[in-house]
């Protein structure tokens, strides 16, 4: 009898050993095919955001997105209401493990509501039993016993596919559903980190070569927590999600990633250009407040402005005084930028809101005997405005109670101040500059070249 029993659990075991790994494909022998009777969007009726128990004999189908095959997910079936191309998805909450064994990866299965409490949650629905807490009600988890008598797998052997996307074209209503998304990385800051921490949930961030973000969620318990993340770039297959009005990703299996490219090149976000210049500085005799500075774009593209900078050589000093940083602004084809320190008063005289509002004493709240310079991202000066220590008061570089505006025949920056490129008034000029005070609104001409 002892050798029976031996022989017997050494031929379990050596049949157990010939499964190569859990995702092995056992007969479908155990399917079960229904009538629907209503679609997802009969859902709408069922609840309005508040938790509710269905009490009529509902039957919807869908496909299983999800999978715990890896332990990645857990508690949580997502189901799409179509194959392909689906337009909602739902979360099942159940206390079940392993439930890729009866429920697999893509397969279509039938949903019996009938007593089931039903959601809304952040803009989809929840299914599963229900969990109460201080008196308040919630969907939980459904027990293990009680899914097998309200999921059901199809005999039917179409499988759900991926919808193919991109990080900038994610919606609403593919939440709880299977996207594939290509040409994504890792960021450099978290190369050398493992998927998750031990034991626990875990954040990592995918980008694509656009600079596009997406977090992927992880757990720590899945089978691949202690992995380290792939260095290049690929497709990521995965449910995307929705937590805390943020969408994000969560894959089934590292096989999921499909990571076999070469990263992407870096973005470049930092250019110079002669195109740009200083086109109009303004002290209006009448009116300090209505003080500003345009630049001039003069090329047939955008320029973004990041880490440029704006520098005041106040008076006759050989250090910068104070300066504005350009990041965050892009100056349009054949377009100005125009800089207030005072931009509530700069509306009220020339009707239009300043593109970008600086504090006072910056470059562009000169009284008119400064010396201005455009610096690219590279450190290069692009244009200069006066003489660096020369004070401008009796100058053929003083716009003291008037303005600096140059020529519309300069076309180019220039890193050497050129008198003949302007046209200059102001009250105590040298020969050359128009000795007439200006008038704001009516002499200035601000956004305009």
């Not at 998805?89 to 039903?118: C, P, S």
């Not at 031990?198 to 600079?211: F, H, I, N, P, V």
Request: charge should be negative; glycine fraction near 6%; hydrophobic fraction near 35%.
């Amino acid at each position: 009898m002892y050798k029976k029993i031996t022989l017997a659990l050494f031929l379990f075991a050596l049949l157990i050993g010939c499964v190569a790994d859990k995702d092995f494909n056992a007969p479908k022998d155990n399917c079960t095919e229904l009538t629907t009777n209503a679609t997802y969007a009969d859902l709408e009726s069922s609840t309005t955001g508040e938790i509710v128990k269905v009490l009529d004999n509902i039957i919807i189908e869908g496909y299983v997105v999800s999978s715990d095959i890896e332990n990645n997910f857990f508690g949580t079936i997502h189901i799409q209401d179509k194959a392909e191309n689906p337009t909602i998805g739902i979360q099942f909450l159940v206390d079940t493990r392993d439930y890729h064994l009866n429920y697999r990866n893509g397969e279509k299965v039938f949903i019996k509501l009938k007593d089931l409490y039903i959601a809304k949650k952040n803009g989809y629905y929840v299914i599963g039993g229900v969990f109460t807490s201080f008196g308040n009600k919630s969907v939980g988890r459904l027990p293990s016993l009680q899914v097998k008598e309200h999921l059901f797998s199809s005999c039917n052997t179409t499988i759900a596919t991926a919808t193919k996307t991109s990080l900038t074209s994610l919606e609403d209503y593919m939440v709880n559903t299977l996207v594939e998304i290509e040409n994504l990385e890792f960021i450099e800051e978290e190369l050398n980190l493992t998927f998750a921490e031990s034991k626990e949930e875990t954040e990592r961030t995918l980008k694509d070569c656009l600079g596009n973000q997406i977090k992927l969620i992880n757990s720590g318990y899945s089978d691949f927590a202690d992995n380290v993340l792939p260095i290049n770039n690929g497709s990521v297959t995965a449910v995307l999600i929705k937590d805390k009005n943020e969408l994000k990703l969560q894959i089934r299996s590292i096989k999921d990633l499909n990571f076999i490219n070469d990263r992407c090149p870096p973005i470049v976000t930092e250019y110079t250009s002669t195109a740009v210049l200083i086109s109009e500085i303004a002290d209006p005799d009448n009116n300090a407040g209505a003080r500003f500075i345009e630049l001039y774009n003069n090329s047939d593209e955008p320029l973004d402005l990041n880490n440029w900078k704006l520098n005041r050589y106040t008076n006759a000093n050989t250090e910068i005084s104070s300066s504005i940083d350009l990041s965050g602004y892009v100056i349009n084809a054949k377009s100005t930028l125009v800089m207030s320190p005072n931009a509530t008063e700069f509306t009220s005289v020339y009707g239009f809101v300043p593109d970008i509002s600086v504090s006072t004493n910056s470059p562009a709240d000169s009284n008119g005997d400064d010396n201005l310079e455009l610096v690219d991202p590279f450190g290069a000066v692009i244009d200069l405005f006066g003489v660096i220590g020369e004070d401008g008061s009796n100058t053929n570089h003083e716009f003291e109670d008037g303005k600096a505006e140059r020529k519309d025949s300069v076309t180019k920056s220039n890193r050497n101040f050129t008198f003949n490129e302007w046209i200059i008034f102001n009250d105590t000029g040298e020969n050359g500059t128009s000795k007439i005070p200006q008038i704001a609104p009516t002499d200035f001409t601000p956004g305009i070249r």
